[in-house]
């Protein structure tokens, strides 16, 4: 059974710094591009970052991009999320998403996801 | 950017028919995939290119896509078919391509 776990959600400051983590388990990690979407309270979904499968390759939405890294260790079957100089913008769940590419790529597997509150 | 548009809710008796809309530029060249996602939890896969169903889905969920619209339809609709609704695509169209979700459609089992 496939299962992402995320975690490290928290209270942060504005300005302050998080790393989430999602753990992956029942099926093979690192043949999978990954991704993050994150959802502020009462909204729609939002893209935030993927990497490929090895690690060599990732891209960020707009928003993120500078501050946010993204990364994955493979031997480990767990992907993270750096997030530096938080904005109360970044106000969200966070959610790690597997993903299928081929025709246009899609999500077909999802985490429970880890609230980020950026509030002094 | 890319944008799709949703209607914000839709209403259906149960028993009824639901249909549910995503509205982008010549979206019928895209693949368009649908997630379902109930109060509290996670986003769920119920289509994806733009007509399959990933196993454990009811048939009552189906898809079409053409044009500049992609509907995602649901028969014989139940009371756990209440949850929000969300299309996706992959636009490749720009410089930077993006992974674009609609707006999202709120269902209401009256």
């Known amino acids: 059974e496939v299962q992402l776990v995320e975690s490290g959600g928290g209270l942060v400051q504005p300005g302050g710094s998080l790393r989430l983590s999602c753990a992956a388990s029942?099926?093979?990690?690192?043949?999978?591009?990954m991704h993050w979407v994150r959802q502020a309270p009462g909204k729609g979904l939002v893209w935030v970052s993927r990497?490929?499968?090895?690690?060599?390759?990732?891209s960020y939405a707009d928003s993120v991009k500078g501050r946010f890294t993204i990364s994955r260790d493979n031997a480990k079957n767990t992907l993270y999320l750096q997030m530096n100089s938080l904005r109360a913008e970044d106000t969200a769940v966070y959610y790690c998403?597997?993903?299928?590419?081929?025709?246009?790529?899609?999500?077909?597997?999802w985490g429970q996801g880890t609230l980020v509150t950026v509030s002094s | 950017s890319y944008v799709l548009t949703q209607p914000p809710s839709v209403s259906v008796a149960p028993g009824k028919t639901a249909r549910i809309t995503c509205g982008g530029n010549n979206i019928g060249s895209k693949s368009v995939h649908w997630y379902q996602q109930k109060p509290g939890q996670a986003p769920v896969l119920v289509i994806y290119?733009?007509?399959d169903r990933p196993s454990g889905i009811p048939e009552r969920f189906s898809g079409s896509n053409s044009g500049n619209t992609a509907t995602l339809t649901i028969s014989r609709v139940e009371a756990g078919d209440e949850a929000d609704y969300y299309c996706q695509v992959w636009d490749s169209s720009s410089d930077h391509p993006n992974y674009v979700f609609g707006t999202g459609t709120k269902v209401t089992v009256l």
């Open positions: 990497i490929n499968s090895d690690g060599s390759s990732t």
């Open positions: 029942g099926f093979t990690f690192s043949s999978y591009w």
């Open positions: 998403a597997r993903a299928e590419y081929g025709g246009g790529p899609y999500f077909d597997y």
């Open positions: 290119y733009d007509s």
